[in-house]
């Protein structure tokens, strides 16, 4: 069993950076891939973006160039770095642990960018 924990969202302006961590109870060495969702209103949970196992990331095409996916295993802690944020990438972020076949979620963080 794992837990996550988000952190670090919050109230930003249009051009302003963020860093999101998503802080796991047990060790996310060897887990199958982590990634970054988010949501709004209505809407469905959409990837952001994925760090594999092996270390291969891959991006939204909306988010590319501007996030950036990484972990620290040590920490087993996974983060999202968020820069030239802008106001469409308001939504609530949420962390997703893979260990095949088990599936893990935080609990989701708020990010707001105005305008």
């Known amino acids: 069993q794992v837990q996550l924990v988000e952190s670090g969202g919050g109230l930003v302006q249009a051009g302003g950076s963020l860093r999101l961590s998503c802080a796991a109870s047990?060790?996310?060495?060897?887990?199958?891939?982590m990634g970054w969702y988010r949501q709004t209103p209505g809407k469905q949970r959409d990837l952001v973006a994925v760090?594999?196992?092996?270390?291969?990331?891959n991006y939204a095409g909306s988010v590319k160039g501007r996030f950036t996916i990484s972990k620290d295993n040590a920490k087993n802690t996974v983060y999202l770095q968020m820069n030239s944020l802008k106001p469409e990438d308001t939504a609530v972020y949420y962390c997703?642990?893979?260990?095949?076949?088990?599936?893990?979620w935080g609990q989701g963080t708020q990010v707001t960018v105005s305008s």
């Open positions: 047990g060790s996310i060495a060897g887990v199958t891939y």
């Open positions: 997703q642990v893979v260990r095949t076949p088990s599936v893990y």
């Open positions: 760090l594999t196992g092996g270390g291969t990331t």
